[in-house]
């Protein structure tokens, strides 16, 4: 890395530290402001873009690097309220990673297959292989949110009765960080996000769903529906959150209201991870070197044949 990319590793450390939690027992959903932009106001959000520009461009380097090592593998899961920004702030962050490198899966209501496995069954087969990046658009996390503000939910997962009691979320809390503690164990660096958009804000961004035609196929009536159950949800974000929170498996609360910010601080989280793997392209040994130059020879006395 130069100077230059060496200094924005360093700023990138600054965007994202404010907003990792890797201990979540004094974690509270309430000391983060959705609107926060660490003072950086709206006429500073060209320069943003800028920032971000060169972030995409120091993540394509690092996963260039990841690539070819073969030996990590990254997945980021993110987490939110509808009108959140996570399409936006995936497409936008990950726009200059070779697709190659990259993969997106995105989890929506489980299928009556799904329901006839465990919980992290459907998530397990979507893993990324080492030296790619996965994606979790919505993870197994959903397990401990859509399923715990709708417990009626719970009863379509054909669990066995005495499996379905008072500490069943303790339980999967427990399960999820053991998993993530084994992903660790076996190289797949865990990165978890969840963009906290405020009520107000979803309300605005609804609105537009609904008054630009362009815009209305983005817009679901359960998404009324479930705006009824803020109060429900958010506790049930900020007790996943404290339970789930560690040092392996990091979450970072990233605020939403602003959406070029939301996406600065979710780049500046991902450099800040590839950064500290010390990636390096393969050493070539000098076997393989000498074949390498063989190779070259045979093909430039093709032109003297």
Not at 58 to 68: E, G, T, V
Not at 279 to 292: D, F, G, N, S, W
């Amino acid at each position: 890395m130069n100077k230059e990319q060496r200094k924005l590793i360093q700023r990138a450390k600054d965007f994202a530290k404010p907003f990792r939690v890797d201990d979540g027992e004094s974690f509270r959903l309430k000391d983060i402001d959705p609107n926060n932009t660490l003072h950086l106001e709206q006429e500073h959000k060209p320069q943003a873009k800028e920032a971000l520009a060169l972030g995409v461009e120091l993540l394509a380097a690092f996963q260039d690097m990841l690539y070819a090592q073969d030996r990590w593998a990254m997945l980021l899961a993110f987490q939110a309220m509808d009108a959140a920004g996570k399409d936006g702030t995936i497409k936008h962050v990950m726009s200059g990673v070779n697709p190659q490198g990259c993969q997106v899966s995105s989890f929506k209501a489980p299928s009556s297959v799904d329901l006839d496995h465990d919980f992290l069954w459907r998530c397990n087969l979507a893993l990324p292989e080492r030296g790619r990046i996965g994606i979790f658009n919505r993870s197994y996390y959903e397990e401990t949110l859509v399923v715990r503000v709708h417990p009626e939910l719970l009863h379509q997962q054909t669990l066995p009765e005495p499996l379905m009691g008072k500490d069943i979320w303790k339980e999967r809390f427990r399960d999820i960080r053991h998993y993530e503690q084994y992903l660790s164990n076996n190289g797949v660096v865990v990165r978890k996000f969840f963009l906290h958009l405020s009520k107000k804000e979803q309300k605005k961004r609804f609105l537009e769903r609904l008054e630009t035609p362009e815009k209305n196929w983005k817009f679901s009536a359960n998404d009324i529906k479930e705006r009824a159950y803020w109060d429900d949800y958010m506790n049930a974000y900020e007790d996943m959150i404290r339970n789930t929170a560690t040092k392996v498996a990091p979450w970072y609360v990233v605020p939403a209201d602003n959406k070029w910010f939301t996406r600065i601080v979710v780049a500046a989280a991902i450099i800040e991870t590839l950064d500290s793997l010390d990636l390096k392209y393969p050493v070539i040994t000098e076997e393989a070197r000498q074949h390498l130059e063989a190779a070259k020879q045979q093909l430039l006395n093709e032109d003297k044949a």
